[in-house]
């Protein structure tokens, strides 16, 4: 059963989060939902299945799981597809709410044959086409493609660095798309442009990863060896109730 997934002021904020806590800082802080990931330094991958479990566990919002068997680009062998099947079979199973994915062609188009495949696959789950559209070649004919395949949800910065960058885009996207699919703008999203992306864009739903980072706790340091004490990032409940207290603010 799909958990509920509160409105905010008609709006719904998604938080990307990278382990079981920061998925539980996001709750805490008033989001949505979460897409839960990990490796947010090389752009997102799939979560362990540990992490997935607890994940589930520990929240009563949505969970949507990132399925993306590593970073780079989108074109994915046989088998990391196949990896990528089992990861949605076992969202699915462990009553996930969604999943969040994408493969492109090396012409980049939508690898409409594979992606079918795993919306199939992932029903009654949500599917999302998650940033991998940010690399298609032809935006109005991969949002055609992907209407067709029957998602529910693109995650996109309009093909720009950030949402901010992509306004324009964005906003003839969720023109063109006249509510058949949800179009949420992502990248860069902070409480300072928030609003004025929402308002903008005319978009329902906007994604943020409300990131802090910490330093290595580490006390020992080498000083021959490079690496493995860096910093790391996590979900910081302060910035998710910034975000929270901005949405409901946007007429």
Do not use: W
Request: aromatic share 4%; proline share 3%.
């Amino acid at each position: 059963m799909k958990r509920t997934e509160k409105e905010i002021n008609g709006y719904r904020l998604e938080i990307c989060s990278n382990s079981s806590y920061s998925a539980l800082q996001a709750q805490l802080g008033g989001a949505s939902r979460v897409e839960l990931c990990q490796n947010l330094e090389n752009g997102g991958t799939t979560p362990s299945y540990g992490q997935i479990k607890r994940t589930r566990e520990l929240l009563d919002i949505g969970v949507h799981v990132l399925i993306r068997p590593r970073g780079g680009d989108f074109v994915y062998s046989n088998d990391e597809f196949e990896e990528m099947k089992q990861d949605v079979q076992y969202c699915k199973e462990i009553g996930c709410d969604g999943v969040v994915i994408g493969i492109l062609l090396p012409n980049g188009d939508v690898d409409k044959d594979r992606c079918a495949e795993l919306v199939k696959l992932a029903q009654p789950m949500t599917t999302v086409f998650h940033r991998a559209f940010d690399r298609c070649r032809d935006a109005e004919h991969a949002l055609e493609d992907i209407i067709e395949l029957g998602f529910d949800r693109i995650l996109t910065s309009g093909l720009r660095n950030t949402a901010e960058e992509g306004k324009e885009l964005l906003q003839l996207l969720i023109e063109q798309a006249q509510g058949r699919i949800e179009i949420m703008p992502g990248s860069g999203v902070e409480v300072t442009n928030v609003q004025h992306i929402l308002q903008y864009t005319g978009a329902k739903s906007i994604h943020s990863s409300a990131k802090e980072i910490l330093p290595s706790s580490m006390l020992y340091e080498s000083d021959v060896l490079a690496g493995m004490n860096e910093p790391t990032m996590r979900t910081s409940r302060k910035k998710v109730e910034k975000l929270v207290e901005a949405i409901e603010d946007t007429n």
